[in-house]
């Protein structure tokens, strides 16, 4: 009974005007201890890391798949959904200046796989001259965009120029 008046006597986060940390901290150290709360508070340290490593194998597996259409495909449609991609995240490395995959990395890794190539490069002795990570991203990008409306263009005038690219 004594628990449920501690309860009770917080406010509703919502209600809190500005969020106010403090508060915010009592009225959840008031709650009872359950086997949920000790689940969550013994596994927090992995959560993040998880997370993390969820984002960086999501990103590998954008590229990689990326890497496959681009390779093995010659279907103008999924050439040009692929360029979609492309031009959305080169317009979101415009807007926030990072890739969203690269900031989710660094909130959840402290590291990221653009920090991990550019390490790779500064090794094999490939260093740029600016500091900007999203200049180099946004760079990379236009070099996969115009690698990707080249071989649109070619598939094209292969098909204009009814040139069998799959000999029966």
Known sequence: MEEQKEIEKCEPISSIEKHDEKQVKECISSLPRNVIR?????????????????????????????????????????????LNMIILDCMSI????????????????????VETRQTSLKDLGIVYECNHEYEKQLELLINLWSFISLKILFLILMNMMNVKLYPN
């Open 94 to 113: 415009v807007f926030i200046h990072d890739c969203p995959l690269t900031n989710l990395e660094k909130k959840y890794l402290n590291t990221s796989l």
């Open 38 to 82: 000790e689940y969550s508070v013994s596994f927090s340290p992995f959560w993040k890391e998880m997370i993390g490593q969820y984002y960086l194998i999501l990103h590998y597996v954008i590229i990689i798949l990326g890497c496959f259409v681009f390779f093995f495909s010659n279907n103008i449609f999924y050439l040009s959904a692929l």
